[in-house]
């Protein structure tokens, strides 16, 4: 299986990918259909990127274009998940999906909730969440590949939060990624 992988070099992922297939591509540029590891790649797997990906490119892989999402959709779809899910109080944990046209919105493989008791930081809540991801898409991975993990569609709700939000919480996060989650919840003011 020839492998697509969208996001960044350093991904745990990816390198889970270069271990488990013979032949994986990485990129963090924007995808076109014409270029050619598009053309050649059997499945699209994303974790981090940064762009939306087109109907075009979309259409080459019916039902073998995954993400991974730092959130338990259809809570916090967008980006910034791991923020709004402790500011906003929304429900934790990670989620594969299939990708769609739509941010975050196609269907859902697998999932797993998390909990904190809001003493960790910012810093150690993101390892959490990417080690969690990265177990999940372990254990679903040939499943996935296989086109033999059952999806379902999201449940109405939800939230969304694009980038230039950011700028509303960035004052709560008063020791940066030492922030606790506590802290972050109750506005930036320790308690």
Partial sequence: MRVLFAGPADSPVLAHLRKVEAAVSQTQRRL??????????????SHLYKHRVGPGVLGRFPGRAVNLHHALLPWNRGLDSILWSVVDGTPKGVTIHHMDTGIDTGDIIAQRELRFAGTETLKQAWARF??????????CWPAIREGNCPATPQPPGGSRHFGHERS????????????TLADLAAGGRPQ
Avoid: K, M, Y
């Fill in 168 to 179: 509303r919480i960035v004052g709560r996060l008063v020791n940066g990624r030492d922030t």
């Fill in 32 to 45: 076109h259909v014409g270029d050619p590891r598009v053309r050649r790649a059997d499945f699209l797997v």
């Fill in 130 to 139: 990417e080690a969690d991801l990265l177990e999940l898409f372990r254990e």
